[in-house]
T-cell receptor, first 116, second 116 residues
Framework: EAGVAQSPRYKIIEKRQSVAFWCNPI?????LYWYQQILGQGPKLLIQ????????DSQLPKDRFSAERLKGVDSTLKIQPAKLEDSAVYLC??????????????FGPGTRLTVL | AQKVTQAQTEISVVEKEDVTLDCVYE???????LFWYKQPPSGELVFLIR??????QNEISGRYSWNFQKSTSSFNFTITASQVVDSAVYFC?????????????FGTGTRLQVTL
């Protein structure tokens, strides 16, 4: 079974530029998460989708960050315009069921963003 | 609000030594899940264990063991006879037990360096 795919793996941009990250979850996984991991810290949830609906985006800086999951499968996370403090690894994760016992989150390899 | 504290920022050991990684958590939920993840230099988070708050039995898996103590809100992780391949950042995480998918709250991680 293929894991969570993310691209690009690395991205370097200048501040005020725009950037987009792509995530393809494990087939059949209804729930998709985007986490931000700043160097030296643990991952922090930015947004959680269940199918194509948003479940939790309380920690998403909505003035510059946006995310979508139009067909309930792939997702994109966009930053516009980027700031220096956005330098981080952006991790995508997915999980199988939407209810019942806890369902393990499977993580992708992440996209390392450097903002200069 | 949930919080996970990993007070040890970095630990260095010599191969074959035993090492314990500490994790202390805070939650108002009566039922919850605790996790340990490994993050090698490649960046992908690797799931190690999930523990339900109902189950305080300790668990052993090969060289890995986990000690869950609800009375002290701790979920410590011990590696016996450490190996160089154990070098990574280890994260403890917490989520509430809602029966539906929910976000993970991570600690800041402990970097383990195992040398020859």
């Amino acid at each position: 079974e293929a894991g969570v795919a993310q691209s690009p793996r690395y991205k370097i941009i200048e501040k005020r530029q725009s950037v987009a990250f792509w995530c393809n979850p494990i087939s059949g996984h209804a729930t998709l998460y985007w986490y931000q991991q700043i160097l030296g810290q643990g991952p922090k949830l930015l947004i959680q989708f269940q199918n194509n609906g948003v479940v939790d985006d309380s920690q998403l800086p909505k003035d510059r960050f946006s995310a979508e999951r139009l067909k309930g499968v792939d997702s994109t996370l966009k930053i516009q315009p980027a700031k220096l403090e956005d330098s981080a690894v952006y991790l995508c994760a997915s999980s199988y069921k939407t209810s019942g016992m806890y369902n393990e989150q499977f993580f992708g390899p992440g996209t390392r963003l450097t903002v200069l | 609000a949930q919080k996970v504290t990993q007070a040890q920022t970095e630990i260095s050991v010599v191969e074959k030594e035993d090492v314990t990684l500490d994790c202390v958590y805070e939650t108002r939920d009566t039922t919850y899940y605790l996790f340990w993840y490994k993050q090698p230099p490649s960046g992908e988070l690797v799931f190690l264990i999930r523990r339900n708050s109902f189950d305080e039995q300790n668990e052993i898996s090969g060289r890995y063991s986990w000690n869950f103590q609800k009375s002290t809100s701790s979920f410590n992780f011990t590696i016996t006879a450490s190996q160089v391949v154990d070098s990574a950042v280890y994260f403890c995480a917490l989520t509430k037990h809602t029966g539906t998918a929910s976000k993970l709250t991570f600690g800041t991680g402990t970097r383990l360096q195992v040398t020859l």
